[in-house]
T-cell receptor, first 115, second 113 residues
């Protein structure tokens, strides 16, 4: 299957700082990338969907000014958590898909801890 | 995950079969998936089934789909301790021009040696 990487795998930051998480498709061109958030012992909740070169589509209840998504190329999408607060601490997982695949390929996730 | 429901926990003895059940609500789902997540790790796709199929077998894994009842199950034969993980059921459907995947809350499988 196709490989998706995320960087960093974990990050600890102070409240009020911004954190950028990268999601890369390593061996295919991802026309669509998805960002999910997973709280402890809960399911994955879709935050937003981004198509290369266009603005991301955010799910209801997700603040687009707080969670900035950039999908500048067919292999890279970034999620920036601006002015992070402790309640933003979570496991953030990206996935990528293309017209060639009938599935989404998931990255390994990034654990964000905001102190 | 309110559109996809799963039981939270399943405990089985090593060597027995495990059956994890899932129900979904949207009959327009095109694909249904089973993912495995080990502690602190991302999701690993185990298997998937197209919505017009009723069964798919892949080595120790058997997926059964009852489209009328919107019920999906994953059977793991000869369950091993390495199968201990959280298993997510997910449905895929078209939403606003793209394919959206909705996950259940996950079933934690505990395999007792």
């Amino acid at each position: 299957g196709a490989v998706v990487s995320q960087h960093p795998s974990w990050v600890i930051c102070k409240s009020g700082t911004s954190v950028k998480i990268e999601c890369r498709s390593l061996d295919f061109q991802a026309t669509t990338m998805f960002w999910y958030r997973q709280f402890p012992k809960q399911s994955l909740m879709l935050m937003a969907t981004s198509n290369e070169g266009s603005k991301a589509t955010y799910e209801q209840g997700v603040e687009k000014d707080k969670f900035l998504i950039n999908h500048a190329s067919l292999t890279l999408s970034t999620l920036t958590v601006t002015s992070a607060h402790p309640e933003d601490s979570s496991f953030y997982i990206c996935s990528a898909s293309s017209s060639s695949y009938n599935e989404q390929f998931f990255g390994p996730g990034t654990r964000l801890t905001v102190l | 995950g309110e559109d996809v429901e799963q039981s939270l926990f399943l405990s089985v003895r090593e060597g027995d079969s495990s059956v994890i059940n899932c129900t979904y609500t949207d009959s327009s789902s095109t694909y249904l998936y089973w993912y495995k997540q080990e502690p602190g790790a991302g999701l690993q796709l185990l298997t998937y089934i197209f919505s017009n199929m009723d069964m798919k077998q892949d080595q120790r894994l058997t997926v059964l789909l009852n489209k009328k009842d919107k019920h999906l199950s994953l059977r793991i034969a000869d369950t091993q301790t390495g199968d201990s993980a959280i298993y997510f059921c997910a449905e895929r459907k078209a939403a606003g021009g793209y394919q959206k995947v909705t996950f259940g809350i996950g079933t934690k499988l505990q395999v007792i040696p």
